[in-house]
C-alpha cells in the first residue's frame, strides 16, 4: 500500500486488545484511503466491533499504534471523537425523545454552527421532516436506521464508522442506504462499514475479512475472490442429498453446499477436484464448473483459520 | 486524554435532554410528588425510646453542698451528663441553640439559704424540647427526683423540710416546642428524609439506564466530559428537590401547624447543598452499579441508616456511640438538625454552620468518586 499518510483516514499497525487472557483482536494492520467504503466482514465474535470502537476511540488498544483522520488512537481519542461519526450496532438513541429531539441533542453535544438550520437540513435529508415529533422508540427498524445515520452525520464528521447499520432492515431500505453511502463516499467522507451480507460486501470498494481476532483476507472484491484460489463447481441432478453427504466425507473438499436444486462443491486443489468428481461420476448428474462467490471463499477462509487458530 | 475541557452547551445540552425525558416519564414524576406525601401521612406517628446521658450545662449561682448534692442526684439519674459548668446566662443559651446542650440547669443564688429557711428554692430546668423524644423520659425522672433528694442531707431536725411537695420547686421550660408536640419534630425531619430516599433513587438509575438502553455507547463516542454528564444529569433534579421541599413546608405549615421561627430562604439556600449532595450519592451509586436493580438496592442500603440512625426516627442521642458515628457521616444527620435548627430555634448562618462543612464535605467526596468511576471508554 503505496497510498501517502495524508491520504488515508485510517492507519494502524498491530492494533490489539484483549479481556482478560482472550484476545479479542489479534494485530491487525489496517489501512483505509480517504473517500473509501470499506467493508468489514467476519462471523459474530470475531472482533469486529471492538476494533471500530478502538477506532473511534471508545476503547484502548494494549498493543499497536496507528492514527484515525490524522490523530493518534491511544492518546488523542477527544480529538478524534469530534471528527467521526460512529453508528452502533444496536439502536442507542433516546426512544423517549422524538426524532428532531436526538438530532437536536446530538448537535448541542457537537456544538454543531446554527443548529437550528442543520437539524433541519439533516430531517430533510433522509426524509424524516414528516416524522420528526414521532418517539423514536415507535420507529420500525428501517426509519430507526436512518434516524440514527442522520444522527451521526450532523456534526459532519470525515469518517463513518457504521457497525452492522442494515441488520434487520428490507431490502428497500437496505438499497436507499447504500445509495446513500455512495452518495457521502463521493462527498469525500470515508466509510468503514461491517456486515453479513454478501451483496453489501460487493458494493464496498475494498474489503476485509475478520476471523478470530485476525485479518484472513482483504483488498477488492477481485483480489480477494483471485487469492482465495478456490474452485467451485454447480451439480445438478437427482438425489443430491446423498451425494453431498459422500463428498463431503472426502479429503479435498472444501464446502458442499446446497443451492436450491443444485449443490455447489469447492475445493482448493483443482486436480484432487477433479479426481473426485470422475470417481463420483453418475450418468444422471451434471457437473459444471463455475466461479466461486464471495460467501463460498469467506467460509473456506474460516474452515482454515479454524485449524490453524482454535 | 487530552482536551479534558468543560464546556457549557454540552452541559445544556446534557440538562434539556433530562428534562424532556423526565417530562415523558409520567410515573416518575408522580412518584416524586407522591413520595413525600405520603410519607407526611404515615409519619404523623412517631416513634418513642428513652434516651439517656444527655449533655446538660449546669448554671451555679451557689456553690454550697445542697447545690452539689443537687447536681450530684441528676447525674446519678443517667439523664444528664453535665458536660458544662457556666456562670454566664447568655453561654448557657448559646449551648441550647446550638445543640451543644440540651437541658439548662439553674441553681439560683440563694439556693442553700432558701432550702434551710424552708422556702422551697426555685430551680428552672430550660430543655431543648424540638425533640420531645429526647426530653420527655429525661423530665420525668426530675419530678420523681424531687421528694426524695435531700432526704439523707436534711436530718430530722430539719425533716419539715422535707415538706410534701418536697424541698426544691423545679421549674421546667421547654423551649422550641413546649407543648411537646411530635409533628413539630418529625415533620421538619421528613424534610430530610424524603429528600434522602428520592434524590439517591432517581439519579441511581440514571447512567445505569443509558448503559442497560446501550445510549451509554453513543454518549461515550461523543466528546461529551463525565463533569458535563454528572452535573447535566444533577441539575433537572436539583428543581424537582425544591418542589419537594416546598410541598413539605406548606403541609408543615397549613396541615401540621409546625412553627417557623427562622429564615426560610436560609433554609431554601441550605437545602441546595444537601439536594446536591444526594444527586452525588446517587450518581456514584449509578457509576458503581451493573443495572437498573442494583442501583436501586444501593440506594436503599444507603437510605435506611439515612432514617435510622439520623436522628429522624430515634433520638440521636439515644443511641449508642458507634451508631453516632455512623450517623455523623450521613449528611441527613446534619440536614436535619440544620431544618429543625431553622424552623423551630429561629437559627441562623452564624448557628448552623457547624453542620453546614459536613455537608459540603461529604458533596465533594461523593462527586469525585462519581467523576473517577464514571469511565470515558469501555474499557
Redesign the interface.
Known amino acids: 500500500m503505496a497510498a501517502l499518510e495524508k491520504d488515508l483516514a485510517i492507519n494502524v499497525v498491530g492494533v490489539t486488545k484483549r479481556f482478560g487472557d482472550k484476545t479479542v483482536v489479534d494485530a491487525i494492520d489496517l489501512s483505509v484511503r480517504r473517500g473509501e467504503i470499506y467493508g468489514f466482514l467476519g462471523p459474530n465474535g470475531s472482533g469486529k466491533t471492538t476494533f471500530i470502537?478502538m477506532l473511534?476511540?471508545?476503547?484502548?488498544p494494549d498493543a499497536g499504534t496507528g492514527t484515525c483522520l490524522g490523530y493518534d488512537v491511544r492518546?488523542?481519542?477527544?480529538?478524534i471523537?469530534?471528527h467521526?461519526g460512529?453508528m452502533?450496532q444496536?439502536?442507542?438513541?433516546?426512544?423517549?425523545?422524538s426524532i428532531r429531539?436526538n438530532l437536536?441533542?446530538?448537535a448541542?453535544?457537537?456544538?454543531v454552527p446554527d443548529r437550528t438550520a442543520a437539524v433541519q437540513r439533516s430531517l430533510e435529508r433522509l426524509g424524516l421532516t414528516q416524522r420528526s415529533h414521532q418517539?423514536a422508540g415507535q420507529l420500525s427498524g428501517g426509519w430507526k436506521q436512518r434516524l440514527a445515520l442522520a444522527a451521526c452525520l450532523i456534526h459532519e464528521p470525515k469518517l463513518l464508522l457504521l457497525d452492522e447499520p442494515t441488520a434487520g432492515v428490507d431490502p428497500k431500505a437496505r438499497r436507499e442506504f447504500w445509495d446513500e453511502i455512495h452518495q457521502l463516499a463521493a462527498g469525500g467522507l470515508t466509510v468503514l462499514i461491517t456486515t453479513h451480507y454478501m451483496d453489501e460486501a460487493e458494493r464496498c470498494h475494498r474489503l476485509a475479512y475478520l476471523a478470530y481476532g485476525r485479518l484472513l483476507t482483504r483488498g477488492s472484491l477481485a483480489e480477494v475472490l483471485a487469492n482465495a484460489k478456490l474452485t467451485t463447481w454447480r451439480v445438478t441432478g437427482p438425489d443430491l442429498l446423498t451425494l453431498a453427504t459422500t463428498l463431503r466425507a472426502q479429503t479435498g473438499i472444501e464446502q458442499v453446499v446446497a443451492f436450491g436444486n443444485t449443490l455447489h462443491v469447492s475445493g482448493r486443489n483443482p486436480a484432487q477436484l477433479n479426481e473426485i468428481i470422475a470417481r463420483a461420476s453418475d450418468p444422471r448428474h451434471s457437473w459444471q464448473p463455475i466461479p466461486s462467490g464471495l460467501e463460498d471463499v469467506f467460509i473456506s477462509l474460516m474452515d482454515k483459520a479454524k485449524d490453524n487458530f482454535s | 486524554m487530552s482536551l479534558p475541557r468543560f464546556t457549557f452547551h454540552r452541559l445544556w445540552a446534557i440538562v434539556l435532554k433530562e428534562f424532556i425525558q423526565l417530562k415523558r416519564d409520567r410515573v416518575t414524576f408522580f412518584m416524586m410528588v407522591g413520595i413525600p406525601l405520603m410519607q407526611l401521612m404515615v409519619f404523623g406517628f412517631a416513634i418513642n425510646s428513652d434516651p439517656r446521658h444527655l449533655p446538660t450545662a449546669v448554671r451555679l449561682g451557689d456553690q454550697g453542698p445542697f447545690a452539689r448534692t443537687l447536681v450530684q442526684a441528676l447525674r446519678t439519674t443517667n439523664y444528664f451528663a453535665i458536660v458544662h459548668e457556666t456562670s454566664s446566662e447568655v453561654e448557657a443559651q448559646r449551648l441550647l441553640q446550638i445543640g451543644d446542650a440540651q437541658f439548662i440547669i439553674n441553681i439560683p443564688e440563694d439556693f442553700s439559704r432558701k432550702l434551710l429557711r424552708g422556702e422551697r428554692p426555685t430551680v428552672l430546668i430550660e430543655a431543648d424540647a424540638s425533640d420531645p423524644a429526647a426530653t420527655g423520659p429525661a423530665l420525668a425522672s426530675v419530678n420523681a427526683l424531687a421528694s426524695t433528694i435531700f432526704n439523707r442531707d436534711l436530718p430530722s431536725p430539719l425533716a419539715r423540710l422535707r415538706a410534701k411537695n418536697g424541698p426544691v420547686d423545679f421549674r421546667i421550660h421547654a423551649h422550641y416546642n413546649p407543648e411537646n408536640i411530635t409533628q413539630y419534630n418529625v415533620v421538619p425531619g421528613l424534610m430530610g428524609v424524603v429528600l434522602t430516599m428520592t434524590m439517591v433513587i432517581i439519579t441511581a438509575l440514571a447512567i445505569t439506564r443509558e448503559r442497560e438502553r446501550g445510549t451509554m455507547e453513543n454518549l461515550l463516542a461523543t466528546p461529551v466530559r463525565p463533569f458535563e454528564v454528572m452535573v447535566g444529569k444533577i441539575l433537572p433534579f436539583i428543581m424537582i428537590g425544591y418542589i419537594q421541599v416546598t410541598l413539605i413546608l406548606l403541609a408543615a405549615r397549613y396541615i401540621f401547624h409546625v412553627p417557623m421561627v427562622g429564615s426560610l430562604p436560609l433554609l431554601y439556600l441550605v437545602s441546595l447543598l444537601f439536594i446536591a449532595a444526594n444527586l452525588s450519592v446517587g450518581i456514584t451509586f449509578s457509576t458503581l452499579a451493573k443495572n437498573q436493580l442494583q442501583a436501586v438496592q444501593m440506594a436503599f442500603f444507603f437510605f435506611l441508616p439515612s432514617i435510622l440512625l439520623s436522628g429522624f426516627m430515634f433520638p440521636f442521642r439515644g443511641m449508642p456511640p458507634w451508631a453516632q458515628n455512623v450517623g455523623s457521616c450521613l449528611p441527613n444527620t446534619h440536614f436535619l438538625r440544620i431544618v429543625r435548627g431553622i424552623l423551630l430555634k429561629g437559627n441562623g448562618l452564624a448557628e448552623i454552620a457547624p453542620e453546614l462543612w459536613p455537608l459540603l464535605a461529604f458533596l465533594v467526596v461523593a462527586m469525585a468518586i462519581g467523576v473517577k468511576r464514571y469511565r470515558q471508554t469501555l474499557d
Open positions: 470502537r473511534c476511540g471508545l476503547l484502548t492518546t488523542q481519542q477527544a480529538e471523537k469530534r467521526v460512529y452502533t444496536k439502536f442507542s438513541y433516546y426512544e423517549d425523545l429531539e437536536d441533542f446530538i448541542r453535544i457537537y456544538a418517539l
